[in-house]
C-alpha cells in the first residue's frame, strides 16, 4: 500500500461543498465592560463536502465546540461567512442534525416520543411518526427501550436515542459535538461501528468534534487539528485514506493508523503544551 | 420501610400525642406537689380534652351543621386556588418571555408580594363585602404569587441545550412553548401546588375568621368568642384532615403527570 496520508493544504476548496466556513472570527462580548471581548476563534476557513467525514480535533477550550454552534445557525459569527451548500446561512440551519455533547433529549418524553418529535413538530401525523420511530429505535438497537424515560436509560443509550432523535429527520448535514465524550471505552467503540454503520448507509456530510485523536482517525476521512485557543485558528488537516468499511477497533491495530497518529500527534502535542502552559488542565 | 410499618409509625405518633394530652388534662397533680391544690397539668378550661374534642366533632357531623360551613370553605379554597394559579401560570409564562415587561413590573411585583396579606383582608371586606369573594380574593393573592415565582423560574431554568436540540429538531416557537417549556414549566408548578393549596386554605379561613358568617373560620371565631375551647379545637381538627385530603388528591394528580422523573426527585421532602 502507498501513501495513506497526505498534509493537505489549509483551506482546500472541493466540489460539492456542503458546510463553508471562511474567515470565521467568533468573539463573545466579555463578562465585565471595559474589557476587550473574548474571541474564541479567528481566520478558520473549513470546508466539508457532500458526503465527507470531517473531525475536528483539537486541546480543551480551543472553539472546537463554537464552530459547531455557527455551522448549525446558533451562533451568528463576529467576522466571516457561513455557507451551505453554496448559500449563506441565515438563522438555523433547517438541513442540519446536531447531536449534543450533554443531554439534549426532552425528559418528560420516553425514547419513542423523543425520537418521534423531529416528524411531529414537521407536520407528520403521529402514527406515521411513532411507526418510524419504531423503526429508528430498532436500527439503534434499542427496540426493548420504547417506553422508557431517559432518566432510565444509560448513557450511552441516551446518546443512541439523540442519534436516533437526529437521523430520523434525514437531515443533509450531520454536527456532532463529542458525542461519545462521556461514555466508557467499550460503550465508543460500539457507537462508533454504529455511526459508521448508519452514515455509510446514507453518506451525509459530518462535521464531528471531538478531543480523541484516536476516535478521529478510526472514524474520518479528513482529520482537522485545531490550535489552542483564545482566537484559535486551524492549524492542520490530514486525509485519512484508510479502507472503508472500517470497524473501529479493528483499524486501530493497522500499521497505518501508528502512522498517521503518530504525524497528527506530533502537531498536536505542542498545541497540548500551549494550553497546559495557561493551566487549563488535560485534554 | 415498608408501608405498613410506615403508617403504623404515624399513627403511634397521634396516639402518643392524643394520649399524653388526655392523661395532661384528665388526671390532676396531687395537692402539695406543685401547689397547694391538686391541679392539671392541662387545664381543661384552656385545653380541653381529646374527648370533648372528639365528642364536639362527631356531633357537628351527625347534626350535620358542619357540612355548611365546610362546603363554604372548600368553595372559597378551589376558588381562590384555580384564579390564583390560572393568573400565575399566565402571567409567569408572559414575563419569562417578555424581558421588558419583566425588567419593568420587577420592583412592583416584589412589592406586592412582600405585604402581608391579613391587612389586605379588611380592604377585600370593604371591597367585595362579606360573601365568599372577599375570601377568595386574599386566597388568590397569596397562591398567585406563589404560583406565578415557580413558573417564572422554571421557564427561565429549561436546560439551554435542550432547548437548542429542540429548535434544531425544526419546533417554532409556539412548539417550543408547547412541547419545551410548558412541561419544564409543569414540574416547577407541580412542586408549588402543595404550597399553594394550603395558602389557598388559609387565605380562605383567615378571611372567614376575620369577618363572615359562614364557613370554618367564622366557626372557630365564634366558638372562640364565647371561650368554647373544644370547638376551636374541633374547628382545627377538621381543618387539619381537611388538608391532608386535599393534599393526597394533588399528590395524586402529579404523579400521573409527572410519571417520566426520576424517583429520587419524585420523592417530597
Given amino acids: 500500500m502507498g501513501v495513506v496520508a497526505a498534509q493537505v493544504p489549509l483551506g482546500t476548496a472541493l466540489t460539492g461543498s456542503a458546510v463553508t466556513l471562511a474567515g470565521l472570527r467568533i468573539a463573545f462580548p466579555a463578562p465585565r465592560r471595559r474589557e476587550p471581548p473574548f474571541t474564541a476563534v479567528d481566520g478558520v476557513d473549513l470546508e466539508v463536502a457532500t458526503g465527507e467525514f470531517v473531525a475536528i480535533v483539537g486541546p480543551t477550550g480551543c472553539g472546537k465546540s463554537t464552530l459547531l454552534n455557527a455551522a448549525a445557525g446558533l451562533l451568528v459569527p463576529s467576522a466571516g461567512r457561513v455557507a451551505i451548500f453554496g448559500e449563506p446561512l441565515a438563522g438555523l440551519n433547517r438541513r442540519a442534525g446536531y447531536l449534543f455533547q450533554a443531554d439534549a433529549l426532552l425528559p418528560w418524553r420516553t425514547a419513542l416520543d423523543n425520537v418521534a418529535v423531529g416528524l411531529e413538530v414537521a407536520g407528520v401525523p403521529t402514527g406515521e411518526a411513532r411507526a418510524r420511530a419504531r423503526g429508528w429505535l430498532d436500527r439503534v438497537g434499542l427496540a426493548a427501550f420504547l417506553q422508557r424515560y431517559p432518566h432510565m436509560l444509560s448513557g450511552g443509550q441516551r446518546k443512541r436515542v439523540g442519534l436516533a432523535q437526529v437521523l430520523i429527520r434525514d437531515p443533509e448535514i450531520l454536527l456532532m459535538d463529542e458525542p461519545f465524550g462521556p461514555l466508557d471505552a467499550l460503550t465508543r467503540q460500539f457507537m462508533g461501528n454504529l455511526l459508521l454503520e448508519l452514515w455509510g448507509a446514507a453518506r451525509k456530510a459530518v462535521l464531528f468534534v471531538t478531543h480523541d485523536l484516536e476516535e478521529a482517525i478510526a472514524l474520518a476521512d479528513r482529520v482537522v487539528i485545531m490550535g489552542a485557543g483564545p482566537a484559535a485558528r486551524i492549524i492542520g488537516e490530514w486525509r485519512v485514506e484508510l479502507p472503508r468499511p472500517r470497524d473501529i477497533a479493528e483499524v486501530r491495530l493497522e500499521p497505518d493508523f501508528h502512522r498517521l497518529y503518530r504525524d497528527i500527534w506530533s502537531t498536536l502535542r505542542d498545541e497540548v503544551a500551549k494550553t497546559y502552559a495557561r493551566g487549563e488542565g488535560p485534554l | ?269
Fill in chain 2, 1 to 269: 420501610m415498608t408501608r405498613p410499618k410506615l403508617l403504623a409509625l404515624r399513627v403511634a405518633v397521634a396516639v402518643v400525642l392524643i394520649a399524653m394530652w388526655h392523661v395532661g388534662s384528665t388526671v390532676r397533680i396531687p395537692a402539695g406537689v406543685v401547689s397547694a391544690k391538686a391541679v392539671f397539668p392541662l387545664d381543661p378550661f384552656f385545653f380541653s380534652t381529646p374527648l370533648a374534642v372528639f365528642e364536639r366533632t362527631w356531633r357537628d357531623f351527625a347534626s350535620g351543621v358542619i357540612w355548611y360551613h365546610l362546603g363554604v370553605t372548600l368553595l372559597e379554597t378551589v376558588l381562590a386556588f384555580v384564579i390564583g394559579a390560572v393568573g400565575g401560570v399566565l402571567i409567569g409564562f408572559w414575563f419569562a418571555r417578555q424581558h421588558t415587561v419583566a425588567a419593568v413590573f420587577d420592583p412592583y411585583v416584589k412589592a406586592a408580594n412582600a405585604l402581608p396579606r391579613v391587612v389586605l383582608a379588611p380592604i377585600f371586606a370593604l371591597w367585595l363585602g362579606l360573601g365568599i369573594w372577599s375570601k377568595v380574593a386574599l386566597g388568590v393573592t397569596l397562591v398567585f404569587f406563589i404560583v406565578f415565582f415557580n413558573v417564572y423560574q422554571g421557564v427561565k431554568e429549561v436546560s439551554p441545550t435542550v432547548l437548542a436540540n429542540a429548535r434544531m429538531l425544526g419546533m417554532s416557537e409556539r412548539q417550543l412553548l408547547r412541547h419545551v417549556y410548558w412541561p419544564s414549566a409543569l414540574t416547577w408548578v407541580f412542586s408549588s401546588l402543595h404550597t399553594a393549596v394550603g395558602f389557598a386554605l388559609v387565605g380562605a379561613v383567615v378571611g372567614e375568621y376575620l369577618g363572615s358568617a359562614a364557613g370554618l373560620g367564622y366557626r372557630i371565631q365564634q366558638a372562640e368568642g364565647v371561650f368554647d375551647v373544644a370547638g376551636v379545637f374541633s374547628g382545627m381538627l377538621v381543618l387539619a384532615v381537611f388538608v391532608i385530603l386535599i393534599d393526597a388528591g394533588v399528590s395524586a394528580i402529579e404523579n400521573r403527570l409527572l410519571a417520566w422523573r426520576p424517583a429520587a426527585v419524585a420523592e417530597r421532602p
